[in-house]
């Protein structure tokens, strides 16, 4: 061995780390990447890999970050948890949002709703401690877990139950060493939204056992039809010791690039979490708090326009999936996300090829119909593909009729 190569165990021989080197991409970022790589090359793919919806900012939220880019301010540090008339602003919204009552002192204002998340499980979990996630899961739940060393267990849930899990699951997968459950609704990948009898009976079992709770609210303003969003630590306020809420403005208020949003937690959690905060990132851009203090006061109008078109998107979808034979979509109550089962089609020939996973599916209907979409690996879940119908109408119109003549060609 030459003087230039350390032995293995050397802590100088492997140059990322293991728990770092070991987080794969964010799967939906690359397909969405990908997808956008071959646009730039000038194929004209349609692309449902997009967690974003396709709408502008509201006017009065960008007008007033543009003034706050004037007021000096702005310019400086301000304190890592987060401008105080925001934490208050966020925490008058909750109240009114979800019924649930918190000080602003349980509020952290975060890089988005990922570094909420991040900084949640990092400041709850010691090495060991398992976490109990819901499969189909969008993908950064387990990596941030892993990151903060701990151990995620996803609980599987599928069509036949609009993915939505049970407590007798939940109870299946608890051991001495589970510390905290993951619950979303509405659901990334599924848009399945929980019924309010559902989330009060997760709720229980979770103070029953002692267990924490990470929910993430991301999309309480984008339910349907008679789906309702209910917040779990509202409808079971014995809880609200061992809960962590995780929101942000990206999807309310189409603001995915501006940066913005927070945890809500016991005091002691939240602290925790600003110490890391302020060592990490320190405060999020004052101009981007500013736009979202603008949001979180303001009107819920623009959501209600957005909503109005989704809902519509959704419908379509839904409809044009399930005239696909092998293709299994049940309703998304929520969000932006449809998630069909495609197994029935898995080793059919397609155009001289045979797909064996929801992986080689989504390769050969981006190669062949060019469009975009994110197989259900990403989400612990094979055997599916999550569609995002946050993209025009006219192009979701194109791009699902692109898969029913691919698609339809399947034979065994
Ligand atoms: C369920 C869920 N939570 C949180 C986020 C994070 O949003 P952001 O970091 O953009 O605020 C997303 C984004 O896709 C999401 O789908």
Known sequence: MSAATP????????RVSARVGSISESATLAVDAKAKALKAAGRPVIGFGAGEPDFPTPGYIVDAAAEACRDTRNHRYTPAGGLPELKAAIAEKTLRDSGYEVEPTQVLVTNGGKQAIYESFAAVLDPGDEVIVPAPYWTTYPESIRLAGGVPVPVVADETTDYLVSVEQLEAARTERTKMVVFVSPSNPTGSVYPRAQVEAIGKWAVEHGLWVLTDEIYEHLVYGDAAFTSLPAVVPELRDKCVVVNGVAKTYAMTGWRVGWIIGPKDVVKAAMNLQSHATSNVSNVAQVAALAAVSG??????????????????IVRMLNEIEG?????????????????ALLGKEIRGKRPATSVELA?????????AVVPGEAFGTPGYLRLSYA?????????VS????????ARD
């Open 7 to 14: 032995p293995a165990q050397s802590p100088t021989a492997r």
């Open 327 to 343: 293709v299994v979509c049940p309703e998304p109550e929520g969000a932006f996300y449809a998630y069909p089962s495609v197994k």
């Open 363 to 371: 390769e050969l209907i981006l190669e062949e119909a060019e469009v």
């Open 299 to 316: 009107s819920l109008d623009a959501v209600a326009e957005m909503r109005a078109a989704f809902d519509r998107r959704r419908r379509t």
């Open 402 to 409: 692109r898969m029913q003549k691919l698609l339809g060609e």
């Open 391 to 399: 993209l025009g109408d006219e192009d979701l119109a194109e791009g």
